[in-house]
């Protein structure tokens, strides 16, 4: 049995089909997804609160322990998204559960997020990972606030998204310390670049061509799967493409999900 299996995870379901989840970011939790509710008509949304955000329970640790105990809360058959952390999340689940997870769907999201200092690899500074880490232990809600508006930033609806999206956020409770602390240190080390060569499902990658945490020169620079692979750049938005635009965002996915 895996550590955390004891966990409790919270999971928002719509809907009848064949199964749609979607995995939140760092700091938020699933209620970021309820714009999409009724979004995907032949799909069952699942939007699961990551363990320690929202009413989901700690578990574990490491990216390995999130992994196994959201599997043990999910459908056996679905395509798996992830939005930023929560594509990090869903694509090691698909490494490791090539069974389960029939396709994959990543959203501004990057398989290395920190720059490293002996590559050109596009990532976020350490500097900024760090100040994020210092910052949370004196005043959470601000911090995640903070995070919200680098997210919308760059977005002609930047002021608008940033408070909707907070709305929502604080809908349910702030996440667990241990558990923001954790995302970080997975954001800052967890490299799946070696690993993205056996990834053998279709994978429909998102961006935001103003995206500030994800940049747009991530795309060029990732490494080529197993399988079929597609890149849907929505060219306004930053880095919450299905929040700030939600058309653009909805139709590329259901088109790629028809083809499937």
Request: proline content about 8%.
């Amino acid at each position: 049995m895996t550590q955390g299996s004891q966990a409790h995870i919270h999971i928002d379901t719509h809907g009848t089909g064949k199964n749609l989840v979607i995995l939140h970011g760092w700091g938020m939790n699933a209620a970021v997804f309820t714009p999409l509710k009724g979004a995907f008509p032949e799909y069952r949304l699942h939007c699961p609160d990551l363990p320690g955000f929202g009413h989901s329970t700690m578990a574990g640790d490491t990216l390995d322990h999130w992994v196994d105990t959201l599997m043990q809360a999910l459908p056996e058959q679905m395509v798996l998204a992830g939005w930023s952390l929560g594509g990090l999340v869903a694509t090691r689940a698909a490494l490791r559960y090539p069974d389960r997870v029939n396709a994959l769907i990543t959203i501004a999201s990057s398989p290395c997020f920190m720059a490293r200092d002996d590559e050109s690899w596009p990532g976020i500074p350490p500097q900024v990972l760090s100040q994020f880490g210092a910052e949370l232990g004196k005043d959470l809600a601000k911090t995640i606030e903070r995070f919200l508006a680098i997210q919308a930033m760059g977005s002609d609806t930047a002021r608008e998204d940033i408070k909707r999206l907070r709305d929502l956020v604080l809908s349910r409770p702030l996440p667990q310390q241990a558990a923001l602390d954790q995302g970080l240190t997975m954001l800052k080390d967890v490299d799946l670049r070696p690993e993205l060569t056996n990834l053998s499902q279709p994978w429909l990658r998102v961006w935001g061509r103003l995206d500030g945490l994800v940049p747009k020169r991530v795309m060029p620079a990732m490494p080529s799967p197993a399988g079929a692979c597609e890149d849907l750049m929505i060219a306004k938005a930053s880095h919450a493409p299905f929040f700030s635009h939600p058309t653009e965002f909805v139709t590329g996915v259901k088109d790629w999900l028809s083809r499937l």
